[in-house]
Nanobody, 112 residues
């Protein structure tokens, strides 16, 4: 059974940084593309970033390009989302997705 568990969310001031982590278990993690999504209150869930199984290819939503970086450590079954220059509009619940499974989400709030 696949399990994804996110961590690293919190409250940060505009311009600050956070690093989210997603720990995977119950799956041969290195075979799969992984994704970070987010959902702001009252809005639809949107794709933020994608990383290939080897980590050699990444893609980003235009709204986060140049500020966010997705990476992975296949030896540790972890995928990360480094978020820099955070803006209030980045406030959302962030979800890890892969292998047809969702994590429970971690809240990111950007506010002064």
């Amino acid at each position: 059974q696949v399990q994804l568990v996110e961590s690293g969310g919190g409250l940060v001031q505009p311009g600050g940084s956070l690093r989210l982590s997603c720990a995977a278990s119950g799956v041969t993690f290195s075979r799969y593309i992984m994704y970070w999504y987010r959902q702001a209150l009252g809005k639809e869930r949107e794709l933020v970033a994608t990383i290939s199984s080897t980590g050699g290819s990444t893609n980003y939503a235009d709204s986060v390009k140049g500020r966010f970086t997705i990476s992975r450590d296949n030896a540790k079954n972890l995928v990360y989302l480094q978020m820099n220059s955070l803006k209030p509009e980045d406030t959302a619940v962030y979800y890890c997705y892969g292998v047809a499974a969702w994590g429970q989400g971690t809240q990111v709030t950007v506010s002064s």
